[in-house]
Nanobody, 123 residues
Framework: VQLQACGGGLVQAGGSLRLSCAASGRTFSAYNMGWFRQAPGKEREFVAAIRRSGDTTYYAESVKGRFTVSRDNAKNTAYLEMINLSPEDTAVYYC?????????????????WGQGTELTVSS
């Protein structure tokens, strides 16, 4: 499956943004989806994930209550809604597909990756 992430940009602290991840090539609904981010000089880290059915979501502690992951299987698209953004959220955000449920927060478990979309939060 091919993934295309978009929606990044420059946002002021306290602002909000929604990232999208459009999938093509294979049955989107067959894949658990994850969002990861990589800040400058840091390793890529798990942000959020959603089960392929859309009925269960998972979040890193750092984003709980501020980020919401969702998906629309009819549109082959996953979303990451972000509110109350802070400069610490500045990173390149990646969507990924294909991890088994028991490894849904594990970077290496994902089979497919999008190219990343950059978010910068100014203070």
């Amino acid at each position: 499956v091919q993934l295309q992430a978009c929606g990044g940009g420059l946002v002021q602290a306290g602002g909000s943004l929604r990232l999208s991840c459009a999938a093509s090539g294979r049955t989107f609904s067959a894949y658990n989806m994850g969002w990861f981010r990589q800040a400058p000089g840091k390793e890529r880290e798990f942000v959020a994930a959603i089960r392929r059915s859309g009925d269960t979501t998972y979040y890193a502690e750092s984003v709980k209550g501020r980020f919401t992951v969702s998906r629309d299987n009819a549109k082959n698209t996953a979303y990451l809604e972000m509110i109350n953004l802070s400069p610490e959220d500045t990173a390149v955000y990646y969507c990924a597909a294909g991890a088994p449920l028991v490894q849904i927060a594990i970077i290496k478990a994902y089979l497919y990756w999008g190219q990343g979309t950059e978010l910068t939060v100014s203070s």
